[in-house]
């Protein structure tokens, strides 16, 4: 078995002995700030619900073209629907991955009500015909995995010295939502590997299931390392809006995932949370001891931060589906 490069956090832990809690907290807070990267166990969710999962995807992905291209992102200004392998980008290349993603399930905004351009986020998903169990399956699913972030939420708040409930105001009513279905083919001959390039996640916090095949890989101050499946973990990550909120005393951390080799192919599901679109992202007052940790936000001109939540989300969908911004957002500016 291989062995963990990441910490290994158990949730169950939460509802330990005092004992068991306290350093449950410690070892979240430690792994957070140091590496903004670990494996989480004790979720509660069975081995069974995640290989299903995982099989929902394949069909899916197995689907004859046509019918993927039916749902095809680029038809939807809320940015929902199927990806082919090379049509989202990162860091201005193409990633060699086909995905399938939703977000919360709504109704468009009225035109005559919309303000910001953020506002044109809100919407329906897209759902493929030919598997009409996927739209009850995966919001059921995402439902799950949003309570379980709402769970670590409030434990880093604890971690944070903060009264409880310090992030309810900014993800009141409903959080945002947002899952990928992601498919990885082998690398053809000659490719770049970018299976995803390097980036940081815009939301508070990231929940990624692998199948068997290795391929996430993070960075830190010993170089990129491998977070290798581990049997019945997800793997966790901060998020920008996360750093932003603690000033910088947890860590964002830059991640890739690099492609399959040839022949081999790669599944995974990837849950992100965010505040709510209409919120602005919390600045915690910490502690002297932990406000003397805390190293800011990290800048990069490439990428701005926004504590305007929609406005963070809409830069990042902006920036990785030049289609769907040609189409839909053309008046926008590059953000």
């Given at each position: 078995?291989?062995t ?6 158990d949730?169950?832990?939460?509802k ?6 306290s ?7 430690q ?5 903004g990267f670990?494996?989480l ?7 069974s619900a995640?290989?299903?999962?995982l099989?929902l995807?394949a069909?899916?992905?197995?689907l004859p073209?046509e ?8 038809h939807s ?7 082919q392998?090379?049509?989202e ?6 990633d060699l991955?086909?995905q399938f ?15 910001e351009p953020?506002?044109?986020l809100?919407?329906p998903?897209?759902?493929p015909a030919?598997l009409?169990?996927m739209?009850t399956?995966?919001?059921a ?11 670590l939420?409030d434990?880093?708040a604890?971690?944070l ?10 993800i009141?009513g409903?959080p945002?939502?947002h899952?990928?279905l992601?498919h ?5 001959e000659?490719s ?6 390097a980036?940081?996640d815009?939301?508070y916090l990231t929940?990624?299931m692998?199948?068997?095949h ?6 830190t101050a010993d170089?990129w ?6 049997p019945?973990?997800l793997v966790v ?5 996360l750093?932003?909120a ?6 964002a951390?830059?991640h890739r995932v690099v492609?399959?080799?040839?022949g ?5 599901c990837?849950?992100f949370m965010a505040?709510r679109?209409?919120a602005?992202v919390p600045?915690?007052?910490l502690?002297?001891?932990?406000a003397?940790?805390a190293?800011g936000p990290q800048s990069d ?9 929609g406005?963070?989300?809409?830069k ?5 589906h030049?289609?769907v911004?040609?189409r839909?957002?053309a008046?926008?500016?590059?953000r």
């Amino acid at each position: 078995m291989t062995t963990p490069s990441l910490p290994i956090i158990d949730l169950a832990a939460l509802k330990g002995t005092p004992a068991a809690r306290s350093q449950m907290l410690a070892q979240l807070g430690q792994a957070a700030r140091e590496v903004g990267f670990f494996y989480l166990v004790g979720h509660d969710l069975s081995e069974s619900a995640r290989q299903e999962t995982l099989a929902l995807a394949a069909r899916f992905f197995a689907l004859p073209l046509e019918e993927k291209l039916a749902v095809q992102m680029v038809h939807s200004p809320h940015f929902r629907g199927y990806n082919q392998v090379g049509a989202e980008l990162t860091r201005a290349r193409p990633d060699l991955r086909e995905q399938f993603d939703i977000m919360n399930e709504a109704q468009a905004l009225p035109v005559a009500h919309i303000r910001e351009p953020w506002q044109r986020l809100i919407g329906p998903n897209q759902w493929p015909a030919a598997l009409p169990e996927m739209k009850t399956r995966l919001l059921a699913w995402q439902d799950r995995l949003s309570d379980i972030t709402l769970t670590l939420l409030d434990a880093f708040a604890e971690v944070l010295g903060q009264p409880a409930g310090v992030f309810d105001e900014s993800i009141r009513g409903a959080p945002y939502q947002h899952m990928k279905l992601i498919h990885y083919p082998g690398q053809p001959e000659g490719s770049s590997g970018q299976g995803v390039g390097a980036h940081k996640d815009p939301g508070y916090l990231t929940l990624v299931m692998q199948d068997d095949h290795s391929g996430l890989e993070v960075e830190t101050a010993d170089g990129w390392i491998p977070a290798p499946p581990l049997p019945g973990a997800l793997v966790v990550n901060i998020g920008e809006l996360l750093e932003l909120a603690s000033d910088g005393y947890l860590k964002a951390t830059l991640h890739r995932v690099v492609s399959p080799p040839p022949g081999v192919s790669r599944l995974s599901c990837a849950f992100f949370m965010a505040a709510r679109l209409d919120a602005t992202v919390p600045l915690l007052s910490l502690s002297p001891e932990l406000a003397a940790l805390a190293e800011g936000p990290q800048s990069d001109p490439a990428n701005p931060l926004f504590y305007q939540v929609g406005e963070n989300v809409l830069k990042g969908r902006l920036r990785s589906h030049p289609d769907v911004a040609a189409r839909h957002y053309a008046d926008e500016p590059q953000r």
